[in-house]
């Protein structure tokens, strides 16, 4: 059965065959729906464009989410393949390498705001520039982290960022609930993606990870997509505003 049949999904922020962003957007493709994927810069573009094609995708874009022309443009590059949106994927996360490596209280004011405005604005930013083209029933999922709530050593500024997208997702879920537009995020516990390779040991943060949580194991990103996956349709249906944790169960766990 084909949960997502017809429906149009946007996926911003596959960086490779191993982001969480991609395996959303196969497990939605596998569900029937249209397949819309970003990319920032040529580099991500010669990654992106082939997974594209393999996936069957409708259409790329380049989308820099700090480039205030590519989001004026967002709108209607979306309206020249598509009329409408049924799910937006936000699956972008930034923060300057030196300002992990730091402790936190050495972060740069430069590298905060740009932690902020990729990380956590840009999901407001989107959602403001195509609420329009939103449909009724509709969802919009963020990815998130527990470094939001917890320190992670090592995550620094990027938790802060984390905070701030969490928050911004509920207050996203009040304004946009009158349209009835769903909006969540899922925070996924640590897998080895891009992304996680600018953490300093998280390697080792793997490893500690799977031996504390409580289904003894990593989580994929396959389970990322499937949780994905329930909150992309009516399944979920009375579900918004909601930190939706899928990590073996390593957040319940204390000390």
């Known amino acids: 059965m084909e949960l997502l049949k017809g429906k149009n999904a946007l ?11 991609w395996a959303i957007a196969k497990k939605l493709k596998e569900n029937g ?16 464009e ?5 996936l069957g995708a409708d259409f790329t874009f380049e ?21 409408s949106i049924d799910v937006i994927i936000h699956s ?16 740069s004011k ?7 405005e990729i990380s956590a604005f840009s999901l407001v930013d989107v959602s403001h520039r195509l609420q329009s083209l939103l449909n009724e029933n509709s969802s919009i999922i963020t990815m998130t982290y527990h470094g939001s709530t917890q320190v992670i050593p090592g995550y620094n500024v990027m938790g802060v960022a984390k905070a701030t997208l969490e928050a911004s997702m509920k207050y996203l879920a009040f304004d946009l609930g009158k349209s009835k537009i769903k909006v969540n995020a899922i925070s996924a516990g640590p897998i080895r993606t891009l992304a996680a390779s600018g953490i300093k040991g998280f390697k080792e943060k793997l490893n500690i990870a799977k031996e504390k949580a409580s289904l003894k194991e ?16 009516d ?12 990590d073996a169960g390593l957040s319940i766990i204390g000390g």
């Open 11 to 21: 996926i911003l922020g596959v960086a490779n065959e191993r982001s969480i962003a």
């Open 33 to 48: 729906a249209n397949i819309a994927l970003s990319y920032q810069g040529d580099a991500l573009k010669k990654r992106v």
């Open 50 to 54: 082939p997974l594209a094609q393999e």
């Open 63 to 83: 989308l820099d989410v700090t480039n205030e022309t590519q989001m004026e443009g967002l709108k209607s590059t979306i309206l020249d393949n598509w009329q």
């Open 92 to 107: 972008l996360a930034f923060a300057n390498r030196e300002d992990l490596a730091k402790p936190f209280v050495q972060t």
């Open 110 to 116: 430069s590298g905060f705001m740009k932690a902020i």
């Open 218 to 233: 990593n989580v994929t990103t396959e389970d990322v997509a499937k949780t994905a996956l329930y909150l992309a349709t």
């Open 235 to 246: 399944l979920s249906s009375g579900v918004t505003g909601e930190v939706i944790y899928v």
